[in-house]
């Protein structure tokens, strides 16, 4: 992580969506060691990481927030701490619009 993060960085437009794909394993994980404080703690760090290159390019990262977002929550219920459900359902509505955009009509 530590070398994504430098990467990441120095050159944000390039990098900055690999940590969340490693943080996004690094919580599997943590939960797998039975961690859930830590895994949550990761997968959030994951969403801050993804977020603006996917309000940028949402095509391109869907599907990556989409599994981010599904264990960002399952993993705060498993915490008992709370969820912050407005950043997420604004994520799912983009998700939602991209998803009616590629359906045919």
Known sequence: ???RRSLASSRPDAF???PARSLSVLHDRLVEVDR????LA???EALDHLEPFFRGHPAAFASLISV???RTEQTAEACGEP???ARLEAIREILQQ????ELPE
């Open 1 to 3: 992580m530590e070398i």
């Open 83 to 85: 969820v912050d459900h």
């Open 42 to 44: 990761a997968i959030w």
């Open 98 to 101: 991209l998803e009616s955009r």
């Open 68 to 70: 981010i977002v599904q």
């Open 36 to 39: 859930p404080t830590a895994a």
């Open 16 to 18: 900055l969506p690999d």
